[in-house]
Structures are given as C-alpha cells and as structure tokens.
C-alpha cells in the first residue's frame, strides 16, 4: 500500500520556524515529483511549492518564496518543508503529494491532478 504521511505540525508563534516532514513508503518516489499544499479553514487548498522529479528544480508560491523550503532525503523517502517567518495567515492543513514525472512548476498548476496524497499535519501560527 502506498502512503504519503505528513508530520511535523503543531503551534508555533508568529516568526517562528517550524519543520514538515512527508515520508513515502509502498514504492520508491525517484521518478516523482513531490509538493507542499494548504488548506486554511473556509478556504480550497492552495499550493505551496514542490520539487521536480529530477530532483533539479524547486517551485515556490508566491505567499510562501523567501519564507519555505523544500529538501529531500531519497534514502529516507522523505520531503521536508522547512518553514520560517511564519504568520498567522500559514495557519492551515498541510499536505503532501507526489505525481510522476512531473516539474516543480507543474506540481503547482491545478489541471494537474496527483497521484497521491497523505492525510494532512495541522500547522497553526498565533499572533
């Protein structure tokens, strides 16, 4: 069984940094892109960055450049979102998902559907 499981969430005060780790498992991720997306209450989810398949190129919302990274461990099968400067309005369900062969810039176009999702890790920034 494929899983993508997100973890990492919890409070954080505005301006500070927190972690998102996405661990893969039930098949190898190398020929796949993987990204970051959110999900705030009463709003769709939006996304928020992903690398490329290639590993090569990273893509970033506009919301979130400067602020988040992302990074990966293939050993591991995990992606991580490095988050920083965080403000209230980051306060949402993050989620990662993977689809193959597909850029970073890809990941971010929603007529791109993906091949897989995890459930989600709760990210909430006070004021």
């Known amino acids: 069984q494929v899983q993508l499981v997100e973890s990492g969430g919890g409070l954080v005060q505005a301006g500070g940094s927190l972690r998102l780790s996405c661990a893969g498992s039930g098949r190898s991720f190398s020929n796949y892109a993987m990204g970051w997306f959110r999900q705030a209450p009463g709003k769709e989810r939006e996304f928020v960055g992903a690398?490329?398949?290639?590993?090569?190129?990273?893509y970033y919302a506009d919301s979130v450049k400067g602020r988040f990274t992302i990074s990966t461990d293939n050993a591991k099968n995990t992606v991580y979102l490095q988050m920083g400067s965080l403000k209230p309005e980051d306060t949402a369900v993050y989620y990662c998902?993977?689809?193959?062969?597909?850029?970073?810039?890809?990941?971010?176009?929603?007529?791109?559907?993906?091949?897989?999702w995890g459930k989600g890790t709760l990210v909430t920034v006070s004021s």
């Open positions: 998902a993977a689809r193959r062969l597909l850029t970073a810039q890809a990941m971010g176009d929603t007529t791109n559907s993906m091949d897989y």
């Open positions: 690398i490329s398949w290639t590993g090569t190129s990273l």
